[in-house]
């Protein structure tokens, strides 16, 4: 019979690696923050903000931070909304035509209406990260 022991949040524990003491709740945070190797696990695309663990930090971060300028709306990539948004540049072409749209579903969508013979194809993106095309 499989027992486990239930712990209160604010109960301490000890790490079985340092020995360190620390509340149950934020044993994940000392195993990050004091035993993981790689410290910039999630990063901002568009800045050196970097933290071991909680990706939902560095969400909220480029919300907060890299949001548009132009409307002052909160926006997660920035680049992309004032591509889409502010400048209308289609960030998704056909390869066939000069049919494009901000959404790649719209670009498949017309492949496979105006050229059936080749639905193979994926839509040619524009987008750019860095100096490279993705």
């Known amino acids: 019979m499989l027992t486990s022991e239930i ?9 079985a690696e340092c020995g360190m003491e620390t509340r149950h709740d934020k044993r994940q945070d000392h195993v990050f923050f004091c035993h993981l190797k790689e410290r910039r696990l999630f990063e901002c695309p568009f800045c050196d903000f970097a933290l071991p663990a909680f990706s939902t930090v560095v969400h909220r971060h480029i919300i907060k931070i890299h949001g548009c300028h132009n409307c002052e709306k909160e926006v997660v990539n920035p680049y992309r909304h004032i591509a889409e948004v502010h400048m ?11 049919y494009g749209s901000y959404g790649g579903r719209a670009v498949k969508n017309h492949i496979s209406r105006y050229h059936p ?15 490279e095309r993705v």
């Open 7 to 15: 712990y209160q949040p604010d109960q301490t524990i000890t790490c």
């Open 88 to 98: 209308k540049i289609n960030l998704h072409e056909c390869p066939h035509c000069s």
């Open 117 to 131: 013979d080749d639905l193979n194809c994926k839509p040619l993106d524009n987008l750019v990260v860095g100096t």
